[in-house]
């Protein structure tokens, strides 16, 4: 397999433990991040996207990075994944939006919504880290393979890995498509039913019909 991390592994932010968990501890995160030009991806953002939602969420999925809509509003996944996303949180789990957190892998849009490269993965993976370790959520999701990768240290090909449960410093963590590939692949909507059946059963929260 490719090793796992590549070289360069980022440096650790130490706001988490100064600022404490949950809300004080990702405005501490966030104030860490400032105005980041530790990648290149500084030069073409509008905004850091940092990711929203419960700083005490349960459940935290983790996306890629942002495009042109989040971006544009400095929000995770408000565009056309985005509203998948929220049927899936809304109408799949029957959780509310802003119950769980948002986040991405890397928090600046790539140029032309390419993939976020190994250094731009680095450069941001202590933010990422810090954030998980502040929700400190039951169960993470990873959507799309450069989150699962990300979170699950693998490089197995995400049809392969997804549903896969593995773990994150010792927090669950189920490996799912992305919105974006589901809306291009909608068959491929069974698959992640079956994940997110499991990711219920793990929150406590299974459907009874
Ligand atoms: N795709 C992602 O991976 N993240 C977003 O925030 C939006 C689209």
């Known amino acids: 397999g490719v090793p796992w991390p590549p070289e360069g592994h980022g440096e650790s932010v130490s706001t988490p433990e100064a600022g404490g968990g949950g809300e004080a501890g990702l405005r501490a995160i966030r104030e860490e991040m400032g105005d980041c030009q530790r990648c290149g991806l500084a030069a073409g953002r509008k905004t850091i996207v940092f990711g929203q939602g419960n700083p005490r969420a349960e459940l935290m999925f983790v996306g890629e990075a942002p495009g042109a809509d989040e971006d544009e509003q400095g929000l995770a996944f408000v565009g056309r994944a985005g509203k998948l996303l929220t049927d899936i949180i809304e109408k799949g789990l029957r959780m509310k939006r802003e119950d769980v957190f948002i986040g991405n892998v890397v ?3 790539p140029p032309q919504n390419r993939n976020p490269e190994a250094d731009e993965i680095m450069a941001c993976q202590p933010f990422l880290e810090a954030q998980i370790r502040a929700i400190q959520p039951k169960v993470l ?5 450069f989150s699962a990768h990300w979170l ?7 049809t392969r890995l997804r ?3 593995g773990e994150w410093e010792g927090i669950p963590a189920m490996p799912t498509y992305h919105p974006a590939y589901l809306l291009r692949n909608p068959r491929a909507k069974k698959d992640l039913w079956e994940d997110m ?3 219920l059963e793990l929150l406590g929260r299974p459907l009874t019909d």
């Not at 699950?152 to 995400?158: D, E, F, G, N, R």
């Open 141 to 145: 999701v990873a959507l799309g393979k």
């Open 163 to 165: 549903g896969q449960l």
């Open 152 to 158: 699950l240290k693998t490089a197995v090909p995400i």
């Open 107 to 109: 928090k600046c849009r």
């Open 197 to 199: 059946k499991v990711v």
